[in-house]
């Protein structure tokens, strides 16, 4: 009869061990009984870079990579994008359910009246050199109001956290715009109440000398669907680096200061970056079957915005994005670099080394296109990657605080170095 359990035998010591099967998972703590000796530590599962490993449970978002399906508390990415806002989608994966007219009214009312950020942090930004990258000043910054908030340290009060995550998705917006006006040599400015979310970072970016400013509202809406589609992504790079430090029990901002630095590498949210460098290295629809070539010859050259661990099919976002990018290019022009990723789409698609690897391109592949039609520099767009998947770090965050089976992360390792020896002193080495 079928059981959920598997069976492992340790040809060791000819012992065989029963270990239960719950959610498609077994507990590598349940390893640690097959010993092969009295000495023996216990088995454990080596896996570098947790290919293989569940490292919670999570009811944030459900990814299935195979399919390229990707939803927030159930709900589908394409009817969020679709249908719904930033702030709503925000509610949405913060507290597992749609906010009522009321709860949404409530939300956007704290949001807003969480923006401005403390004079002092304004200065702290200013103590930048001129030429830093505005992803390094948006994690010092994000770590820097730990400073500014001490109670945030009190993690296991529900209140306390909830208003430092509150503040940390109000906030974010803000320091963005601060750190792009600090590259550029704009004065800040400062956010406007009236105005929504993200229509509000958009003017806190763009406007200089004219207050009457009004950000185009086809941009501000393609902006506001790139922010839901990138809300949240369970387990990625950056929200375990949050769910890790903040196992610690430091407080919120410190630990989304780490996923922001994980967010700044180019495997990672510096993609988008790294794909529009790559387009306008290629320059020319022409030279695309050349660099699909040293691709494939390997030499450290990756199609940039291609390939994902988990998705081993189109990304659903990358869909959405596609489609985003007409509305935009209507309004600023087409980028002519679109030529260029599309033709080398075309090319991937069809080419047995990209077919054999299951790559696709990933959200990254069309979203540097349109933040560059929109006027941003390249140094941004890993910020604006960060804007929006601020809500689900800190969700991420509240779900691994409350989760009675988290302890502090601690990995064990293979140790492969020096057996004990002796210290040698500095004239007697060789
Ligand atoms: N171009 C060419 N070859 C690739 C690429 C690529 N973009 N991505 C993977 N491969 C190859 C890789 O060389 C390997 O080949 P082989 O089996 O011959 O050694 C095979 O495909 C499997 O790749 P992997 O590196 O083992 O896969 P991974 O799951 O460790 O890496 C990835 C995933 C996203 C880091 C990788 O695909 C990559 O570096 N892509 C380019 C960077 C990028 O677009 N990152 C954005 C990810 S989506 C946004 C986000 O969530 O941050």
């Not at 406007?207 to 509202?217: E, P, V």
């Not at 390249?378 to 509240?398: C, H, K, N, Y």
Request: proline letters at 5%; glycine letters at 6%.
């Amino acid at each position: 009869m079928a059981k959920d359990t598997l069976s492992v035998t340790d040809n060791r010591t000819g012992k065989t061990y029963e270990l239960p099967i719950e959610n498609g998972c077994i507990r590598s703590m349940d390893l640690r009984q097959i010993k092969s000796g009295a000495d023996d530590f216990g088995l454990m599962a080596y896996d570098p870079a947790f290919l293989n490993t569940a490292n919670c449970k999570s009811a944030i978002t459900f990814i299935d990579g195979d399919k390229g399906i990707l939803e927030y508390r159930g709900y589908p990415i394409e009817q969020l994008a679709e249908k719904s806002n930033y702030l709503e989608v925000a509610y949405l994966v913060m507290n597992g359910e749609l906010p009522t007219k009321a709860q949404y009214e409530d939300f956007v009312h704290v949001i807003t009246h969480h923006t401005y950020v403390h004079e002092n942090v304004k200065s702290f930004m200013s103590g930048f050199r001129y030429d830093a990258h505005p992803m390094a000043m948006l994690a010092s910054t994000v770590a820097a109001l730990s400073a500014f908030y001490p109670e945030a340290k009190n993690v296991k009060d529900r209140q306390t956290r909830r208003i430092q995550m509150m503040r940390l998705i109000a906030k974010m917006p803000t320091i963005a715009a601060f750190s792009y006006r600090h590259t550029t040599g704009l004065p800040y400015v400062y956010p406007e109440n009236e105005l929504g979310y993200t229509e509000n970072f958009f003017t806190m970016v763009k406007q200089i000398g004219d207050r009457r400013f009004k950000a185009n509202k086809t941009l501000v809406k393609a902006l506001d669907v790139l922010f839901i589609l990138h809300a949240d992504h369970e387990q990625n790079c950056s929200t375990t680096s949050t769910r890790v430090v903040g196992s610690s029990e430091v407080d919120p901002y410190s630990a989304v200061a780490a996923g922001v630095t994980a967010l700044y590498g180019p495997l990672h949210g510096g993609a988008n970056e790294a794909v529009l460098r790559m387009l306008r290295e290629i320059g020319d629809v022409k030279k695309v079957p050349e660099f699909i070539k040293k691709v494939k010859e390997g030499n450290d050259t990756k199609l940039m915005g291609f390939g994902h661990r988990v998705y081993k099919n189109y990304d659903p976002r990358a869909k959405v994005i596609k489609r985003t990018c007409d509305e935009v290019f209507e309004v600023t022009g087409r980028n002519p670099l679109l030529d260029i990723a599309v033709e080398l789409e075309r090319i991937a698609l069809q080419d047995e080394y990209f077919i054999k690897r299951k790559l696709y391109p990933n959200v990254d592949f069309y979203s540097g296109l349109i933040y560059e039609a929109m006027g941003f520099p390249v140094d941004m767009f890993p910020v604006l990657f960060a804007i929006p998947r601020t809500v689900g770090w800190v969700s991420q965050w509240e779900e691994m605080i409350t989760d009675n089976e988290q302890k502090i992360a601690r990995p064990r390792q293979i140790f492969t170095g020096a057996k004990k020896r002796d210290y040698v002193p500095v004239e007697k080495r060789g």
